[in-house]
Structures are given as structure tokens and as C-alpha cells.
């Protein structure tokens, strides 16, 4: 027998104050964890218990256990990374997510976890100002909704027969090759190698100085492939980098992906979410041409995580990458009810939607898109005080959104190693007060540091905090 619901409604009722005591207190902690590796480990048994525990020694040890070793992702001075937010009703909607323990593998299995998913996706498609004719579905991660993606765009042409004969020891199977920029995430280079392309066929193209893929060269690292006699598969454009959120020409890949038959996903993990920001929009010209686009509602769109959102032109040829299905699972449901098994690798699906449909509605788009102008302008705020600083100051990138790159260069020092250690020296600096946690970054061959807005707690306050570390720092 499971413990009885009373014993849920008291620990519950606790635990529901603990973390609205959280919320309320988060920046009193410091950002990282200061335990040292295997600390953790340390404190505990070895073997788990053969008696019952009570729940109140086991709550006891959050407190005890768990917070030392926590690393707050929900602290307003948590800047490095991607910053996120677990907001309020996003984590209503995981505590309904684990009570109702939805699998929404087949329609049937649950029908509000599938057509919840399919509103809130094309709710999110409204909010980005997307056209019609996108099929939405949510994955754990940008990660996976990318390797889907290129498994899609691997399945599109049928004759190649990878779905059933596989890639090994065929000498009718031209090399497949995926293009992206020299500033694309990693997650490409990870696909390339689960889909089995393998990472030598993944063409890093040269970016200009502003760090943008340059179409130029795509389309000079194509022809130079075709005339190898390998065969181009798909184009990756990033919106929004990981190091310094430059955004590709989305809509001269497009060209180019459309005259040589290419697919176009587009990797908005980070920066897609500015779509919610009608005047921002701009900047993704050209993703009407694109085949997929992924976002992660887990980073700047306030959902906990786990939750990242694939928006695919053709969902059949996805269905055909990833259908297949078992006796046990064959349902009698028509057209109407899709299976979100059939579109990708897992049969047991967590019912994700709920959460973001929960922050989707207690924040509203116009409330969405105001707290994602607010980070911005933060960062703008924040780049303003590094450019006018002067004394070795310098603001290393653009900065299109709520991410600004930069770095501190002593009077005088030319060696590009001395900086390095200086800037990493401050950045240990700063991270070890407690009150800000940033990262850092390479530039072609420049150490810059990162500060990343992007919780909805971090303030004005925050980033003068920040600076005045920085700066104490460095001197
Ligand atoms: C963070 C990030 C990813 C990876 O996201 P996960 O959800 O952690 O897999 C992919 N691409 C870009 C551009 C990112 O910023």
C-alpha cells in the first residue's frame, strides 16, 4: 500500500511552505554549492534503508542534505549559462504532472496529455508570430529535438532506405553531410554521432565578425562536397549561440537550403523565445523557409525544467522516421488522434504540456514578452556600463538579447594568455562572493566573460552587484 493521502495533505501543506519560503529567500543563498566532490556522497549510507523511513527524517534531510549541495538555478544573481526560472504555476504544473503520472505514449493513454501538448505548441507558435502549418511536440531537451530533427531530414528521401538497411558496409550510401556554424552547439556534433553520419561530416562554416554563419561559405563548403561526390543533408542556423547568441542569416541559409534541396532547422534554444517579442521578430526573417525550429520553454520562457519544444513543417516524414508499432500499442482511434510515440524515440512520454500551458496562461504573451524585454534591457543596461567604463573594459560581441560578453584587459598586457588568466582570475573572484554566479566564454581565441539574464528575479540591483564585483575584481 502507498502512504495514505492524509499523510500527503500534512507533508504537503509543509513542503508547499518550504518552497514559497524558497522563492521568497533564494538570493539569501549563496548562487553555487560550495561542497567539495564527493562530499555528498560522504554523508550517506552506502545501501539503502531495509526499514521504512519516516517522511519527516527524510524531509529533515532536504534542508540537511540537499540545499548544501544545490547550485541555485532560481537565484536572481545566477548569470552564467543560459539563466532560467522555475516560475510559480510552472511548478504548480509539475506537482499535478507527478500526481497524475499521465503516460501520453498513445492518444488513448491519456487524451488531454496529447491534445494539451498540440494546443500549447501552437499556442507558442501564435506567441512567436509563426504562420500556420507547424507541428508541435515536446522533448526533454534542445539536444533532442535537434537529433529528431536531423533524423527527420535523414528519412526525407525514402530511396535512400536508411531506415531499414542502416548505413554500415554500404557502398551505394554517399557520405551524408550536415552543415552548421563554427558556433553552433555541440548538440549538432552529438546527433551526427548517434544518427551515425559521425562527426567528420559535420562541416563547421566560418562566421564573420559578428559571429554569424557567412552563407558564402556555406555555399562554397556545399558545392566542394557535391563535387566529392558526398551528399549535403541538412543546414543547422543557430538564433541565438551558446557563447555569445549571434544569430545566422536564417534567411540566406533558406536560399540556399531551397536551391539545393536542404533541410533547415533552425536551433532557437535560447534566443527563439524572444519571438514572443513582437518588435524582436526581425531577427528571425526567414524562418517561415525553414523545415524545423527547436525552443526550450525550460530556458528563457520561465517552465521548469524539463521542457523544449520542436516545431517540424513535416510531421509525416518524422512519423516515418520513428513509427514503429507493436501489436500491444495498434489503437482503433482515426485521423484526429495522433500517438506522440509514433514522432520520436520514447514510448513513455511525461506530460509536460501541463506546465507550460499553465505558465502560458498566468503570465499572458503581452506579460511574457514584457519580462523578456526587461532582461534585455537589463543587458543593455549592463553592456552600456562596460563600454563607457573604459580602463581596460571592453564589451566583446554584440548583444541582440539578454546576453552580454566581455572582458577586462590590464594597461598594456598584449598576450593573449596573461588575459585569459586575469579574466578567469576575476570571474573566481566574483563567484566566490556568494551573490553572483557568471561564466565565461572563447571568441575565436579571446577568454571573454558571460553574464546571462534570464531569471525573473534578477533586478537592476543584480547587475550593479555584479559590476561592482567585477570591478573590484579586476583591480
Ligand atoms: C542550451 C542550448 C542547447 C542545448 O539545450 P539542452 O536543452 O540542454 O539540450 C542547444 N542549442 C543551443 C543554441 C543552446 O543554447
Known amino acids: 500500500m502507498d502512504l495514505p493521502p492524509e499523510v500527503f495533505a500534512h507533508h504537503s501543506h509543509r513542503l508547499s511552505d518550504w518552497i514559497a519560503t524558497y522563492l521568497r529567500e533564494v538570493g539569501e543563498y549563496d ?3 560550495g561542497v567539495t566532490p564527493g562530499a555528498i556522497r560522504a554523508q550517506l549510507p552506502k545501501s539503502p534503508p531495509a526499514a521504512a523511513e ?3 527524517d527524510i524531509i529533515a534531510d532536504i534542508d540537511r542534505v540537499v540545499m548544501p549541495g544545490a547550485t541555485h538555478w532560481n537565484h536572481p544573481g545566477f548569470l552564467a549559462y543560459f539563466a532560467n526560472t522555475a516560475s510559480v504555476p510552472g511548478i504548480l504544473g509539475e506537482m499535478v504532472t507527478a500526481a497524475l503520472n499521465l503516460n501520453g505514449m498513445l492518444w488513448r493513454t491519456s487524451p488531454v496529455a496529447t491534445e494539451l501538448e498540440q494546443v500549447v505548441t501552437d499556442w507558442l507558435r501564435q506567441l512567436f508570430g509563426m504562420g500556420d502549418g507547424w507541428f508541435g511536440m515536446i522533448t526533454d ?3 533532442i529535438s535537434t537529433m529528431y530533427a536531423l533524423a527527420a531530414a535523414r528519412e526525407r528521401d525514402p530511396a535512400l532506405g536508411i531506415r531499414q538497411r542502416g548505413m554500415a558496409g554500404r557502398s551505394d550510401l554517399p557520405r551524408l553531410r550536415i552543415y552548421c556554424s563554427e558556433h553552433a552547439h555541440s548538440s549538432v556534433d552529438k546527433a551526427a554521432m548517434t544518427l551515425g553520419l559521425g562527426l567528420e561530416n559535420v562541416v563547421h562554416v566560418a562566421c564573420d565578425a559578428d559571429f554569424r554563419l557567412r552563407p558564402e561559405m556555406l555555399h562554397r563548403a556545399i558545392q566542394a562536397d557535391r563535387a566529392q561526390g558526398f551528399r549535403p543533408l541538412a543546414v543547422v542556423a543557430t538564433a541565438g549561440t551558446t557563447s555569445m547568441t549571434s544569430v545566422d542569416p536564417i534567411g540566406d541559409i533558406a536560399t540556399i537550403c531551397q536551391r539545393e534541396s536542404l533541410w533547415l532547422h533552425v536551433d532557437g534554444a535560447y534566443g527563439g523565445a524572444a519571438m514572443a517579442v513582437p518588435e524582436m521578430r526581425p531577427l528571425f526573417a526567414g524562418l517561415e523557409k525553414a523545415d524545423s525550429l527547436v525552443v526550450n520553454p525550460h530556458k528563457w520562457l520561465f517552465t521548469p525544467m524539463d521542457c523544449s519544444v520542436l516545431f517540424i513543417r513535416h510531421p509525416t516524414v518524422l512519423r516515418r522516421a520513428f513509427s514503429l508499432v507493436a501489436e500491444y500499442l495498434t489503437t482503433s482511434e482515426g485521423e484526429d488522434a ?3 510515440m509514433d514522432y520520436g524515440l520514447q514510448l513513455g512520454r511525461r506530460f509536460r504540456a501541463l506546465k507550460l500551458w499553465m505558465v502560458i496562461r498566468a503570465f499572458g504573451s503581452d506579460g511574457i514578452a514584457e519580462r523578456i524585454r526587461h532582461h534585455c534591457r537589463l543587458a543593455q543596461t549592463f553592456a552600456g556600463w562596460v563600454r563607457t567604463a ?15 560578453c566581455f572582458r577586462h584587459v590590464p594597461a598594456g598586457e ?4 596573461e588575459i585569459a588568466s ?4 576575476i570571474m573566481t573572484r566574483v563567484n566566490e562572493s556568494g551573490d553572483v554566479f557568471i561564466s565565461h566564454t572563447k571568441l575565436g581565441d579571446q577568454y571573454v566573460l558571460r553574464v546571462a539574464i534570464g531569471n525573473l528575479r534578477t533586478s537592476e540591483a543584480t547587475i550593479a552587484r555584479a559590476w561592482d564585483l567585477l570591478r573590484q575584481a579586476a583591480s
Open 31 to 33: 548562487v553555487l554549492s
Open 54 to 56: 519516516s517522511l519527516d
Open 141 to 143: 531537451t534542445a539536444s
Open 338 to 340: 495522433i500517438n506522440y
Open 390 to 404: 573604459g580602463n581596460g573594459w571592453a564589451v566583446c560581441a554584440p548583444v541582440p538579447f539578454s546576453t552580454v
Open 414 to 417: 598584449t598576450i593573449e594568455d
Open 422 to 425: 586575469h579574466n578567469a582570475l
